[in-house]
């Protein structure tokens, strides 16, 4: 009996022994499950706040990291000996304005540093008036002064500096102003508006003009001193048969069209020199272009006397720069293109303007024909031609 009730009381006792010892491990393991559950969600409720605040910034576009001081080291990862890291592609795109393909080494050029260029409109035109353009590298086309249709056909001038302007009117008046059309005064009568038109000597002061007689023919050569009280004039003593005047940097000579081709005279009207080639040649030429500063290179359009369109109006295009000397053709390294148009400069340098497909660009070289520099025209200039370079 005794034994008999103590073994009914041992089991009654490992039964709850076994049972807390359950009930225990139970809640243990339910604890050690909650607290993972709530690392788990704690982890992911980071995560999902990092990724929002990463979308954050990312859409706010004029959020941008904190600038480092100006004094701050630069530290660059290093990766560990046992990575090896995946170089990532880059993805940029380069969205740089193409120009027209370089002639040169391949390497970038910088900005084509010379002054502004003017624009005029090309051939024969059919409008009351038109207004003279502007540009300078890096900027954007200016429209300036309007001008009537006899003076944009050919005989307006922009002087050397960019500043004045001169052209001859429908009534034969000789005017000049300022580029933008103020300071306008009209500086002489009876000019003939298509021989020489204005032809600015290099110091932005003088004008070489042709009269006209009272019957309409053609009279004197004289340069007008616009800066004299009484617009005085210095009469040439000669009356050569030319046309299409070109001054020189140094202010000495001349260059004009005639029909030898182009010949020199000095700034007094003295004959200098003919250019030789043109007769010998075939060749003929209707507008000087640009004259070295020395006046030894010429720049123009050389063609052949079947070529001639018979148009008044002034053509500017170059396909041609000569050894007024010689005759030479001079080699300039264009890489291929056309040559459009050349202008010289005070210090010997040119202003070269060139086309490859519809794309036109603007050269600087230097005196001995290396190239400086280069630049890309903007479009809205392509159906124009270069009046003048100011330095």
């Known amino acids: 009996m005794n034994d008999q009730r103590l073994r009914l ?9 076994t049972s807390v010892d359950l009930r225990d491990r139970t809640l243990r393991t339910s604890r050690r499950l909650g607290i993972r559950r709530a690392v788990v969600t704690s982890a992911a409720a980071l995560v999902l706040v990092a990724a929002a605040a990463g979308t954050a910034f990312a859409i706010r576009p004029d959020q941008s990291p904190n600038p480092l001081p100006a004094d701050t080291p630069s530290i660059t990862p290093t990766p560990t000996p046992t990575q090896s890291p995946t170089p990532t592609p880059s993805t940029s795109v380069d969205d740089t304005p193409v120009a027209p393909p370089s002639g040169g080494s391949g390497t970038n050029t910088q900005t084509a540093q010379f002054g502004k260029l003017y624009y005029g409109l090309t051939g024969v035109i ?12 890096g900027g954007s086309p200016v429209k300036l002064l309007a001008l009537p249709e006899v003076a944009l056909r050919g005989n307006m001038g922009v002087s050397s500096g960019g500043h004045r302007v001169a052209w001859v009117d429908p009534n034969n008046d000789l005017f000049v102003s300022d580029a933008d059309g103020s300071d306008k005064r009209k500086v002489r009568s009876g000019v ?12 932005g002061r003088q004008l070489l003009f042709r009269e006209l007689k009272a019957a309409g023919g053609p009279g004197r050569y004289g340069v007008l001193d616009t800066r004299s009280a009484g617009k005085t004039v210095r ?5 050569p048969e030319a046309c299409n005047a070109f001054w020189s940097a140094d202010g000495q000579t001349i260059a004009m069209t005639t029909d030898d081709g182009v010949t020199l005279y000095g700034a007094d009207g003295t004959k200098k020199r ?14 000087i272009v640009s004259l070295a500063p020395n006046g030894s290179r010429v720049a123009l359009l050389r063609h052949k006397t079947a070529g001639d369109s018979g148009e008044a109006a002034r053509d500017l295009r170059v396909n041609v720069v000569l050894d007024t000397r010689s005759g030479k053709e001079i080699s300039l390294p264009l890489g291929g293109r056309n040559l459009r148009q050349v202008y010289f400069q005070s210090d010997g340098s040119m202003v070269v303007r060139v086309q490859a497909g519809s794309g036109y660009a603007v050269l600087l070289l230097d005196e001995d024909g290396k190239k400086v520099s280069e630049t890309a025209e903007p479009a809205s200039l392509e159906d124009l031609q270069i009046l003048a370079v100011a330095d």
């Open 126 to 137: 059919r409008v009351q008036t038109w207004n003279l353009r502007s540009w300078h590298p």
């Open 235 to 239: 009469w040439w003593t000669t009356a």
């Open 192 to 203: 003939d508006p298509y021989c020489v038109g204005a032809a600015w000597s290099p110091d």
């Open 9 to 17: 009381d041992l089991t009654a006792l490992a039964d709850e022994v």
């Open 274 to 287: 003919v250019v030789p080639g043109f007769s010998q040649g075939g060749w003929r030429t209707d507008d």
